[in-house]
Protein backbone atom coordinates (compact mmCIF):
# COMPACT_ATOMS: atom_id res chain seq x y z
CA UNK A 1 0.00 0.00 0.00
CA UNK A 2 2.72 2.41 0.90
CA UNK A 3 4.43 1.96 -2.70
CA UNK A 4 1.41 2.71 -4.29
CA UNK A 5 1.03 5.87 -2.20
CA UNK A 6 4.47 6.94 -3.04
CA UNK A 7 3.86 6.39 -7.25
CA UNK A 8 0.85 8.32 -6.55
CA UNK A 9 2.82 11.18 -4.95
CA UNK A 10 5.51 10.61 -7.77
CA UNK A 11 2.94 10.73 -10.77
CA UNK A 12 1.24 13.96 -9.76
CA UNK A 13 4.22 15.88 -9.16
CA UNK A 14 5.85 14.81 -12.48
CA UNK A 15 1.92 15.71 -13.72
CA UNK A 16 2.46 18.79 -12.70
CA UNK A 17 6.14 19.62 -13.45
CA UNK A 18 5.30 18.66 -17.13
CA UNK A 19 2.57 20.83 -17.68
CA UNK A 20 4.30 23.98 -16.16
CA UNK A 21 6.67 23.20 -18.24
CA UNK A 22 5.18 22.77 -21.62
CA UNK A 23 2.75 25.60 -20.88
CA UNK A 24 4.81 28.28 -19.59
CA UNK A 25 8.42 27.34 -21.02
CA UNK A 26 7.37 25.91 -24.59
CA UNK A 27 4.31 27.59 -25.65
CA UNK A 28 5.34 30.72 -23.67
CA UNK A 29 2.01 31.33 -22.22
CA UNK A 30 2.63 32.51 -18.53
CA UNK A 31 3.62 35.57 -17.34
CA UNK A 32 2.08 37.34 -21.30
CA UNK A 33 0.54 40.33 -20.55
CA UNK A 34 -1.17 40.42 -24.20
CA UNK A 35 -2.28 36.96 -24.20
CA UNK A 36 -4.50 37.88 -20.75
CA UNK A 37 -5.88 40.84 -22.04
CA UNK A 38 -7.13 38.69 -25.21
CA UNK A 39 -8.72 36.51 -23.52
CA UNK A 40 -10.35 39.10 -20.98
CA UNK A 41 -11.32 40.96 -23.91
CA UNK A 42 -12.86 37.70 -25.80
CA UNK A 43 -14.60 37.06 -22.69
CA UNK A 44 -15.93 40.46 -22.47
CA UNK A 45 -17.11 40.03 -26.19
CA UNK A 46 -18.75 36.26 -25.53
CA UNK A 47 -20.35 37.87 -22.42
CA UNK A 48 -22.06 40.99 -24.39
CA UNK A 49 -22.91 38.80 -27.72
CA UNK A 50 -24.77 36.24 -25.56
CA UNK A 51 -26.32 39.37 -23.95
CA UNK A 52 -27.69 40.94 -27.20
CA UNK A 53 -28.74 37.55 -28.30
CA UNK A 54 -30.66 37.15 -25.20
CA UNK A 55 -32.24 40.55 -25.97
CA UNK A 56 -30.72 41.98 -23.24
CA UNK A 57 -29.99 45.92 -24.26
CA UNK A 58 -26.24 46.47 -23.89
CA UNK A 59 -24.30 49.85 -23.74
CA UNK A 60 -21.13 51.81 -23.97
CA UNK A 61 -19.79 50.80 -21.06
CA UNK A 62 -20.45 47.34 -21.89
CA UNK A 63 -17.49 47.53 -24.04
CA UNK A 64 -15.20 49.56 -22.23
CA UNK A 65 -12.49 47.44 -21.11
CA UNK A 66 -11.87 46.01 -24.82
CA UNK A 67 -8.95 46.97 -25.98
CA UNK A 68 -8.36 44.55 -29.40
CA UNK A 69 -8.33 47.17 -32.72
CA UNK A 70 -11.45 46.49 -34.51
CA UNK A 71 -12.17 44.93 -37.51
CA UNK A 72 -15.43 46.46 -39.95
CA UNK A 73 -17.37 43.19 -39.77
CA UNK A 74 -18.32 41.60 -43.17
CA UNK A 75 -22.11 42.64 -44.60
CA UNK A 76 -25.35 41.83 -42.38
CA UNK A 77 -28.30 40.57 -44.71
CA UNK A 78 -31.66 40.14 -42.99
CA UNK A 79 -34.24 38.87 -44.86
CA UNK A 80 -38.09 39.63 -44.44
CA UNK A 81 -41.75 37.44 -44.97
CA UNK A 82 -43.58 38.71 -47.43
CA UNK A 83 -45.26 42.70 -47.16
CA UNK A 84 -43.54 43.16 -43.73
CA UNK A 85 -41.07 45.30 -42.15
CA UNK A 86 -40.51 43.53 -38.87
CA UNK A 87 -37.87 41.37 -37.74
CA UNK A 88 -40.44 39.36 -35.67
CA UNK A 89 -38.60 35.95 -33.89
CA UNK A 90 -35.68 36.18 -36.92
CA UNK A 91 -32.30 35.39 -34.66
CA UNK A 92 -29.84 38.62 -35.58
CA UNK A 93 -26.09 38.19 -34.88
CA UNK A 94 -25.34 39.69 -31.51
CA UNK A 95 -21.42 39.31 -33.02
CA UNK A 96 -22.02 41.79 -35.78
CA UNK A 97 -23.77 44.59 -33.37
CA UNK A 98 -20.97 44.11 -30.62
CA UNK A 99 -18.27 44.28 -33.76
CA UNK A 100 -20.03 47.44 -35.02
CA UNK A 101 -20.00 48.98 -31.62
CA UNK A 102 -16.63 48.19 -31.20
CA UNK A 103 -15.83 49.36 -34.93
CA UNK A 104 -17.07 52.91 -34.57
CA UNK A 105 -15.96 53.31 -31.55
CA UNK A 106 -12.78 53.21 -32.57
CA UNK A 107 -13.39 54.97 -36.25
CA UNK A 108 -14.91 58.23 -35.67
CA UNK A 109 -15.64 58.76 -39.66
CA UNK A 110 -17.25 55.37 -39.63
CA UNK A 111 -21.04 54.89 -40.19
CA UNK A 112 -23.71 51.92 -40.64
CA UNK A 113 -25.52 51.81 -43.80
CA UNK A 114 -28.71 50.34 -43.93
CA UNK A 115 -30.43 49.51 -47.33
CA UNK A 116 -33.75 48.14 -47.71
CA UNK A 117 -35.08 46.17 -50.47
CA UNK A 118 -37.98 44.47 -52.33
CA UNK A 119 -38.96 41.60 -54.51
CA UNK A 120 -40.95 42.79 -57.94
CA UNK A 121 -44.64 42.34 -56.56
CA UNK A 122 -47.03 45.48 -56.26
CA UNK A 123 -46.00 49.19 -57.45
CA UNK A 124 -42.27 50.44 -57.57
CA UNK A 125 -43.62 53.20 -55.31
CA UNK A 126 -45.42 50.81 -52.27
CA UNK A 127 -41.74 49.02 -53.01
CA UNK A 128 -39.57 51.78 -52.35
CA UNK A 129 -41.63 53.04 -49.48
CA UNK A 130 -41.76 49.02 -47.95
CA UNK A 131 -38.03 48.75 -48.55
CA UNK A 132 -37.66 52.20 -46.17
CA UNK A 133 -39.58 51.06 -43.70
CA UNK A 134 -37.47 47.37 -43.45
CA UNK A 135 -34.40 50.15 -43.10
CA UNK A 136 -36.32 51.54 -39.99
CA UNK A 137 -36.71 48.57 -38.28
CA UNK A 138 -33.17 47.80 -38.42
CA UNK A 139 -32.43 50.88 -37.60
CA UNK A 140 -34.64 51.03 -34.49
CA UNK A 141 -32.96 47.29 -33.83
CA UNK A 142 -29.15 48.85 -33.53
CA UNK A 143 -30.00 52.11 -31.86
CA UNK A 144 -31.78 49.96 -29.07
CA UNK A 145 -28.33 47.83 -28.79
CA UNK A 146 -25.95 51.04 -28.69
CA UNK A 147 -25.44 52.25 -32.05
CA UNK A 148 -25.53 55.89 -32.21
CA UNK A 149 -28.40 57.31 -34.20
CA UNK A 150 -26.24 59.92 -35.78
CA UNK A 151 -24.22 56.76 -37.37
CA UNK A 152 -27.01 55.31 -38.90
CA UNK A 153 -27.59 55.69 -42.54
CA UNK A 154 -31.08 54.75 -44.43
CA UNK A 155 -31.62 54.15 -48.06
CA UNK A 156 -34.07 51.66 -49.73
CA UNK A 157 -33.58 50.55 -53.38
CA UNK A 158 -37.06 48.78 -53.19
CA UNK A 159 -36.84 46.49 -56.10
CA UNK A 160 -34.37 48.29 -58.07
CA UNK A 161 -31.59 45.97 -56.93
CA UNK A 162 -32.76 42.11 -57.25
CA UNK A 163 -29.74 39.59 -55.48
CA UNK A 164 -31.59 37.09 -57.14
CA UNK A 165 -34.52 36.18 -60.03
CA UNK A 166 -37.72 37.70 -59.19
CA UNK A 167 -39.80 34.76 -61.26
CA UNK A 168 -39.36 32.32 -58.64
CA UNK A 169 -40.43 31.99 -55.20
CA UNK A 170 -36.94 31.39 -53.91
CA UNK A 171 -35.10 34.10 -55.54
CA UNK A 172 -37.88 36.36 -54.62
CA UNK A 173 -37.55 35.56 -50.57
CA UNK A 174 -33.91 36.37 -51.13
CA UNK A 175 -34.79 39.95 -52.64
CA UNK A 176 -36.99 40.77 -49.60
CA UNK A 177 -33.88 41.90 -47.38
CA UNK A 178 -32.05 44.76 -45.82
CA UNK A 179 -28.20 44.77 -46.24
CA UNK A 180 -26.37 46.24 -43.56
CA UNK A 181 -22.63 47.60 -44.32
CA UNK A 182 -20.24 49.46 -42.23
CA UNK A 183 -18.80 51.53 -43.91
CA UNK A 184 -15.51 53.37 -43.78
Same mark, same amino acid.
Given at each position: ???????? %?????????????? %?? @???????????????????????????? @?? =??????????? %????? %???? *????????DKSDIGSVSLSGKYVYES?????????????????? *????????????GFRRAETMQHYFESNGIP?? @???????????????????? =????????????? @?
Open positions: MRILFIGL %VVFSTWSILATNIY %VC @KILELCDDPETSQNIEADLLEAIVVDRL @KD =GFPVDSTDFAL %VQKQA %VAPE *DLIVRFAFIIYLDQNSQASISITGHT *DAVGANSYNMALPG @KIILQSQGEEQPADDNNTAA =GRANNRRTVITIK @K
